[in-house]
């Protein structure tokens, strides 16, 4: 029995792997492209653009969490030791570029200059502060320091279960 339910959640770790790295790091490296883009096309249309980034990178974290919690699920990130770092890397970007073109889709709502303007200087802000913070955290944690990390080194999220 219990090589049965160990086939089954490596079976399970798989299909998941094979389907969430492509899917989620796709849509993790294209989003704030498009997110740029839509800025760019509210800007000079000043029209609004329908988007869901928020929602989408709520929906990318649970993903990301239920791949932390479960033991079995977590075996990726150590065949793939680049990969934690690299959806962090990329759901800190969209973050700020998804807020910086909410406000701006906000403040193209109206057709009030200022508030126009307002969204314009917040979309630039929050590129310029993705920027920083990106810079700052990872002089502060250097890439290569979590590169040398053990197995057992790795933060246990599944105790218990």
Do not use: C
Request: avoid cysteine; hydrophobic fraction near 55%.
């Amino acid at each position: 029995m219990d090589k049965l339910l160990k086939a089954i959640s490596n079976l399970i770790a798989i299909i998941y792997g094979v389907l969430y790295i492509p899917i989620i790091l796709m849509i993790l490296i294209f989003a704030p492209i498009k997110g740029i883009a839509d800025g760019v096309k509210i800007i000079q249309t000043g029209y609004t653009v329908t988007n869901d980034y928020i929602s989408l990178i709520i929906a990318i974290l649970i993903l990301t969490y239920i791949s932390l919690r479960f033991r079995n699920l977590r075996k990726m990130y150590v065949m793939f030791p680049s990969l934690f770092e690299t959806i962090k890397f990329l759901t800190i970007t969209n973050l700020f570029v998804a807020l910086g073109v909410e406000v701006l889709n906000w403040s193209y709502i109206t057709l009030n200059t200022g508030r126009h303007r307002f969204g314009i200087i917040i979309f630039i802000i929050s590129l310029i502060l993705w920027r920083v913070f990106i810079s700052v955290y990872y002089s502060k944690n250097p890439i290569a320091d979590f590169m040398l990390r053990d197995e057992e080194k790795m933060q246990n999220y599944s105790e218990g279960v």
